[in-house]
């Protein structure tokens, strides 16, 4: 079986400062990891991906992750925040399943932007 | 690359009656997509996923009846509510599995822009 675990169901951290919202995972195989991002009333959009390559991912929008096997760990972070950035946050695990991958959906981070 | 569209973006229906929710991959084949819901303020939760030419596989506790999935075509899947009602209301979401024939699947699912559906 396969979960995910945000830490924080809320961050809020001011403009210019760094961002980091938490990711724990679970899974009984190598896992494939994901980061979305939602904006109010509107669809997923992908920031980054990990599928067994380096384990630190750059993502769009100055976004960055490192997969930690050793923590089971695959935090998102970002040096500067700015305004736009805030949105819903979600962290997605999958593994190999011939052809039946399912995303798994952590139950998502809202980051506040305080001026 | 890689868009997805849903149609309509928002729809208000009275109860009892039934609504179809068009989910289309723009520029590229989709022989897999996928149906979500999301609730207020909570993540997403999978109903079904829909194979091209097949029957959808639908998630426990989700209704085949109630929640009609056809995937005819390699760029079109449909879910329609069927006598809908109150508690049906939601934002549903579907996406489309990015397969990459040369190096296998990349398990990245693009999303579409996500359907309101309020009955009332």
């Known amino acids: 079986a396969q979960s995910v675990t945000q830490l924080d169901s809320h961050v809020s951290v001011s403009e210019g400062t760094p961002v980091l919202l938490r990711c724990n995972y679970s899974?009984?195989?190598?896992?494939?990891l994901f980061w979305y991002v939602q904006h109010p009333n509107k669809g997923l959009q992908l920031l980054l991906k990990?599928?067994?390559?380096?384990?630190l991912v750059k993502g769009i929008n100055g976004f960055e992750a490192e997969f930690k096997k050793s923590e089971t760990s695959f935090h998102l972070t970002k040096p500067s925040a700015h305004m736009s950035d805030a949105a819903e946050y979600f962290c997605v695990v999958t593994f190999p399943n011939f052809g039946n991958e399912k995303l798994t959906f952590g139950t998502g981070t809202r980051l506040t932007i305080i001026p | 690359g890689a868009v997805v569209s849903q149609h309509p973006s928002r729809v208000i229906c009275k109860s009892g009656t039934s609504v179809k929710i068009e989910c289309r991959s723009l520029?590229?084949?989709?022989?897999?997509m996928f149906w979500y819901r999301q609730f207020p303020k909570q993540s997403l939760m999978l109903m079904a996923t829909?194979?091209?030419?097949?029957?959808?596989?639908?998630e426990q506790g989700v209704e085949k009846d109630k929640f009609l999935i056809n995937h005819a075509s390699l760029t079109l899947s449909t879910l329609t509510v069927t006598s809908a009602h109150p508690e049906d209301s939601s934002f549903y979401i579907c996406?489309?599995?990015?397969?990459?024939?040369?190096?296998?699947?990349?398990?990245?699912?693009?999303f579409g822009p996500g359907t309101r559906l309020t009955v009332t």
């Open positions: 829909s194979n091209e030419g097949s029957k959808a596989t639908y």
């Open positions: 996406s489309a599995r990015d397969i990459l024939p040369d190096r296998g699947p990349s398990y990245e699912q693009y």
């Open positions: 899974s009984s195989y190598s896992p494939s």
């Open positions: 520029d590229f084949q989709a022989t897999t």
């Open positions: 990990y599928t067994s390559a380096a384990t």
